[in-house]
């Protein structure tokens, strides 16, 4: 039980800063979508080791699908939730059958075209898409037909937070189950798991789709809440974002993404409001800061510093 | 056939500015294994420093030019010793951040001291003025683009093939261990190579600027064809990258000319079907 502690103390400090924090409750919820997003990455990157520059992608499929079926379809917010999942899923699992061939420098740069064709389809299809204006007009029913979406944003955090301990707790599951296992195994020696009889490829599409499907949910919550999608959900900026969030948290353990996610918001948030013009280069410092000397990310503090003994060492 | 041949010059003249920048990219993949995401930065960090000599300084093109590319190199240098030096050794991953990194500190730099407009390189009026070909006129920019396109290539040829340094570079990157027990300074080539390639994507840059225009974002949005080239011509091929610049340069030229609309799209779906059927690259050495 006690694996439960950090994500539940996450949980705790999420309501903790709902009451701390009411006018704050947009950037709360942003930090919270991002937590889904940078959890997919987890599971595609942190488990099955594929380094990837693109989740934007299927981020992006997701929130465009969601806006599109509540505009056009059924404006049930659950509801586009699957939709979306299922169109993160479809991308993934399509662009996967090819990326996943490839390896190291190439499969990297492949993730980022498919990111970059997203992007252009949906610029280019203004009729549908919006274009660079984004698609605007997206207006939710309540949540399960009780809660109203508000001016204030409460029913968007909670319905947020809800949604991000689901498939925190989904991915608890899966990463703990044979399969996840195996991705495990695969990420450590490919060699060994194909030697023992797994199906490396169709293991690491099979990731790769479900992290597709996650990432499209995240996408799905930002359309429904911000009741906007723009051509920044299949930017690069965000695939990277998402990328050093979860390396500044820590790979391969579900809670270090949500701490990387929270910490690297703030920092940005912060950063942002005292010198709009170069957050970047904070983000930068921080990026290479991490890099240099936590490699192995946030949730790694501990250990370090007791392996540093008596010295002192700050972060 | 005038459409085919302006997609030829064009094209040809895309494909040499791509060249530049990416085979110091290609090179140093090559040799350190390190996936550079930085590397458009020295272009911008070319194209920049071009502008401020001219522009703010009031230097004439050329000099500038030269200038700009020269401090590019002077910043690279040290830099490599620095930073670069630490990355060989992480995994692909970290280098991919750490790279990041860097690059959003040059966006950043150059945000603070150049501001975030286009930052122009003003051509002199030889460099305005036209050509007749016969079947169109050409900026004279173009041909000097083409021209110091394929400069560099038999330079780079001839600096590899033909000297000493090119040799033990060549050496380096078949064997980093064997090449330093032969008592090849392999640190000293690393960092000439990288000074070398961060110096022509500043040339590239500032040559390049009419094409691909700088500003602060300049590494960002053009990263993904720099890495395309690379990803294409096969990591630490030179010919690779010059076929893989020039065939990309045709095809996306041909693309905006044929299906404006599409063009990008056509263009990102060839490759990667291009990269699905030869993962390794035109040219590149099976890993």
Known sequence: MKSW????????????????????LAFLTRILIMAVLVLSLDLVLGYAGIATLGQAAFYGAGAYAAGLFAIHAW????????VAGVAGAALAFISGLVVLRTHGLTLIMLTIAVASICHEIANKARDVTGGADGLRGIRMEPVLGLFEFDFVGQTGFWYALAVLAAVFTFLTLLTRAPFGLSLRGIHESPERMAAIGTSVYWRRVAAYTIGGAIAGIAGALSAQVTQLVSLESFSFTLSAEALIMLILGGTGRLYGAVLGTLIFMWVHHWAAANDPFNWLFVIGALVLAVVFFLPRGIIAVP????????????S | MTLLLNILVDGVAYGMILFMISVGLSVTMGLMRVVNLAHGGFALLGGTFAHWFAAD?????????????????ALSLPLERVIYRRIYGFTDLQQVLATIGLTFLMIASVNLWQGSSLLSIPLPESLKASVDLGFRTLPVHRLVVIVAG????LGLWALLERTRFGMRLRAAVDNRGTASAH??????????????????????????AEILPIDAYYPLRYMVLFLIVVAVGGMGSIAGSFAAAIGLGLLETAARYLVPDFATIAFFALVILLLALRPNGLMGRVA
Not at chain 1, 75 to 82: F, I, N, S, Y
Request: hydrophobic share 65%.
């Open chain 1, 303 to 314: 250990t370090a510093l007791k392996r540093l003994g008596g010295r002192n060492a700050g």
């Open chain 1, 5 to 24: 502690l950090p994500p539940l103390a996450l949980l705790a400090l999420a309501v903790v800063l709902y009451f701390a924090l009411p006018y704050n």
């Open chain 2, 57 to 73: 300084l009031g230097l004439p093109f050329w000099p500038a030019a030269v200038l700009g590319v020269a401090a590019t190199v």
């Open chain 2, 150 to 153: 394929a400069a560099v290539v």
């Open chain 2, 183 to 208: 008592g090849i300074n392999t640190d000293l080539i690393f960092m000439l190579a990288f000074g070398l390639g961060a110096g022509l994507a500043a040339l590239g840059g500032v040559l390049g």
């Open chain 1, 75 to 82: 404006a049930d917010p659950l509801a586009g939730l699957v």
